[in-house]
């Protein structure tokens, strides 16, 4: 979630989207949804800028 907050607020919104969800589980490259992201060619990149990776 908190790849999601950063994403939302480097876009200046106080709200996640469709699209930084995707971006997040994309980037995250493990589990059912980053697996059909993945393999259809979707990319953190095309969703969008992406802050560094938070811990």
Known sequence: ??????????????????????AALARLGRGRAATVLIES???PTILGTEPPETS
């Open 1 to 22: 979630m908190a790849t999601v907050e950063a994403r939302a607020q480097q876009r200046g919104s106080a709200h996640i989207d469709c699209a930084d969800l995707l």
């Open 41 to 43: 060619g979707t990319v």
